[in-house]
């Protein structure tokens, strides 16, 4: 498999394919810490942008970005389908999602990581902010990046 036949676009809260991204991120966020309820219970679709990764018309990953305000961004729930990792579509989706940020007008993204993929978004350039915390059960760490 490679990113060659993956598109990344939006996607709009309301639709089909947004019911389709709860059950995605619902079923790799939460679903194996026995959580009960559903990542659309921390959606904000009022203001969300909802990105994903398609192969053909399948949704395979996704993650939403949250305006803090005007300068501030926060990414959120990024998930890859399990047999899609490992190739690059996580790296794909966030270095689009800093583009659609940076072209909307926002300086910093944020995000809070999972303690276990904090290699991952060093490697992308985010650096940590503050202490860990739990959230969901799990150790975080706040991180940021300037999009200037």
Known sequence: MSLDNITLK????????YAESVKL?????????GRSE??????????????????????????VLTPLNDKRIRMRQLAVGENFRNIGIGKALVKRSEAIARDLG????????RESALAFYDQLGY???GERFVEVDLPHWVMEKSLL
């Open 10 to 17: 939006t996607y709009e809260h309301g639709y089909a394919i």
């Open 25 to 33: 991120r619902t079923g790799i966020l939460l679903a194996p810490l």
């Open 38 to 63: 559903t990542v659309s219970e921390y959606d904000f679709p009022e203001k969300d942008i909802y990105l994903g990764a398609f192969l053909g018309e399948s949704l395979i990953a996704t993650l």
């Open 106 to 113: 926002f300086a910093t993204m944020t995000l809070h990581a």
């Open 127 to 129: 650096r940590r902010c």
